[in-house]
Nanobody, 128 residues
Framework: QVVLVESGGGSVQAGGSLRLSCAAS??????MGWFRQAPGKDREFVAA????????YYADSVKGRFTISRDNAKNTVYLQMNSLKPEDTAVYYC???????????????????????WGSGTQVTVSS
């Protein structure tokens, strides 16, 4: 069993930055992803990183502004968010994929149902 706990959310003005963290306990050798969900919308993919950290994926909407990274020694995945926009406002979730199938590409890593474990989320609010 894996338990994921997100932290680092908050309220910032447009153009600001936040760094989200996702701490994992239990067996943690998995590929990881970040998703977000705004009120009334479906959960959408934000970024993903392979176990080794060598492969990263980003949604087009965050490319160039967000950076995903991980520290396996600390069992933690990070999402550095810069140049935040009001449309980035959402609850952000981290997720773990135990099947190690990131080689399938962007379509696979962006699908929420392919992930096996989820955190409870952290709120990010960006004001204009």
């Amino acid at each position: 069993q894996v338990v994921l706990v997100e932290s680092g959310g908050g309220s910032v003005q447009a153009g600001g930055s936040l760094r989200l963290s996702c701490a994992a306990s239990g067996r943690t050798l998995y590929d990881m992803g970040w998703f977000r969900q705004a009120p009334g919308k479906d959960r959408e993919f934000v970024a993903a990183i392979s176990l080794s950290g060598s492969t990263r994926y980003y949604a087009d909407s965050v490319k160039g502004r967000f950076t995903i990274s991980r520290d396996n020694a600390k069992n933690t995945v990070y999402l550095q968010m810069n140049s935040l926009k009001p449309e980035d406002t959402a609850v952000y979730y981290c997720a773990a994929d135990r099947d190690r199938e990131f080689y399938r590409g962007s379509g696979y890593v962006a699908t929420p149902s392919e992930y096996d474990y989820w955190g409870s989320g952290t709120q990010v609010t960006v004001s204009s």
